[in-house]
């Protein structure tokens, strides 16, 4: 099991940026498929977009595609989404999530180690 801590949140005009990190506590995060999922107000969590171990393949929901960008650095056990061109559709609780094999999947449940999220307010 890994701990994963999000940060990077806030509120943010629309057409503004952001910046989202993901820490993870293990040492073999290089062996993680990392994922990052959000759970809009009042709706379930979705996915957003997802990174494989070495970093070079990603995946998107078509909503985000063009706009966010995933990336890891195994170096730092990190894993990052950048938020650009940002629409009060994005609002919501951002959450990463990890899973210590290959492949990926934007069903929450493929994933078994969450963080606790941070919130992505996007004002009109």
């Known amino acids: 099991q890994v701990r994963l801590v999000e940060s990077g949140g806030g509120l943010v005009q629309a057409g503004g940026s952001l910046r989202l990190s993901c820490a993870a506590s293990t040492r073999t995060f290089s062996s993680y498929t990392m994922a990052w999922f959000r759970q809009p107000p009042g709706k379930a969590r979705e996915f957003v977009a997802a990174i494989e171990r070495s970093g070079t393949s990603t995946y998107y929901r078509d909503s985000v595609k063009g706009r966010f960008t995933i990336s890891r650095d195994n170096a730092k056990n990190t894993v990052y989404l950048q938020l650009n061109s940002l629409e009060p559709e994005d609002t919501a609780v951002y959450y990463c999530?990890?899973?210590?094999?290959?492949?990926?999947?934007?069903?929450?449940?493929?994933?078994?180690?969450w963080g606790q999220g941070t919130q992505v307010t996007v004002s009109s």
């Open positions: 999530a990890a899973r210590p094999l290959a492949g990926w999947n934007t069903i929450p449940s493929f994933y078994g180690d």
